[in-house]
């Protein structure tokens, strides 16, 4: 992935209201993507996202059309929201619909929401 995908705007959710959304939407109404690399989620992470590290395109690229739905809410998370719009702007070309980059990534969701999570 590169900067190409980089082309249009794409739709943005703060991390309160990803908050809310995880405690008040069933599960089941949309997908959480976390595209950091393995070991920056065993620093920190939300329960519940699917590991797609960017790294790795070339081993999920194809797989991810077939185990998610494109018609369905779509939420990507990284760090701080750059490698995320990356993710959203290649999800969108490949034909999904309702995507959503999380701002500020899990570094704000750590500041905003939940201290918990550690800051790396």
Known sequence: MSEQFFTQPISEISVKELEQLLQTVPRNEFQ???VREPQEI???EIEGFINYPLSQYSQWSEQILVQLDP???TIVLCH???RSAQMCQ????QGFT???NIIG???AYSILVD???PRY
């Open 32 to 34: 959480l993507i976390d």
């Open 42 to 44: 065993d620093l920190a």
């Open 71 to 73: 018609n369905q809410e």
């Open 80 to 82: 701080h929201g750059v």
């Open 90 to 93: 290649w999800l969108i070309k």
């Open 98 to 100: 309702k995507v959503k």
């Open 105 to 107: 990534g899990i570094d």
């Open 115 to 117: 201290s918990q999570i």
